[in-house]
C-alpha cells in the first residue's frame, strides 16, 4: 500500500500504533485546507518494468503505482511475481482525476465537452 506518511502497510501499521499524525500542512491556495494527507510519487523503476522512461513519465501516477502495488500484493501472499507461469488476470478500477488531465497532460476539459 501508499499512504500518506507511511510507504507501505507496516510502516502504516506503525505509525497508528504509536500515534504518528501522518497529515502534511499545506501553504493556502485555491480549494484551501490546511492540512491534508500527501502520497508522495516515488517515481518509476523503468529498468525493472521494462517501460522506457519516456513512455513511464507519461503515464498517470496511478497506473504505475497499481502496477508496484501488484506486484507487492503476489510477494506478500508468498508468490514469485516473475515466476508466474500462463496468464495473470488484473482487476482495475477507475475514477475520474480531472486535475491530473487538465495539469499534467494539458487537456482543455472544457474543450472536450464542447465537441
Given at each position: 500500500g501508499r499512504f500518506p506518511?507511511?510507504?507501505?502497510?507496516?510502516?502504516?501499521?506503525?505509525?497508528?500504533?504509536?500515534?504518528?499524525?501522518?497529515?502534511?500542512s499545506v501553504p493556502a491556495g485555491p480549494g484551501y485546507v490546511p492540512r491534508k494527507g500527501i502520497v508522495p510519487d516515488l517515481g518509476?523503476?523503468?529498468?525493472?518494468?521494462?517501460?522506457?522512461?519516456?513512455?513511464?513519465?507519461?503515464?498517470?501516477?496511478?497506473?504505475r503505482t497499481l502496477l508496484e502495488l501488484a506486484y507487492e500484493a503476489l510477494a506478500d501472499a508468498g508468490l514469485d511475481p516473475l515466476a508466474a507461469s500462463g496468464r495473470v488476470g488484473?482487476?482495475?478500477s477507475?475514477?475520474?482525476?480531472?486535475?491530473?488531465?487538465?495539469?499534467?497532460?494539458?487537456?482543455?476539459?472544457?474543450?472536450?465537452r464542447a465537441e
Open positions: 506518511g507511511a510507504a507501505s502497510v507496516d510502516a502504516l501499521w506503525e505509525a497508528l500504533r504509536s500515534s504518528r499524525d501522518l497529515l502534511s518509476m523503476d523503468c529498468a525493472f518494468w521494462g517501460v522506457p522512461k519516456e513512455v513511464a513519465m507519461g503515464m498517470d501516477t496511478a497506473q488484473v482487476v482495475v477507475g475514477g475520474s482525476l480531472p486535475h491530473y488531465a487538465e495539469e499534467v497532460m494539458g487537456v482543455n476539459l472544457e474543450e472536450c
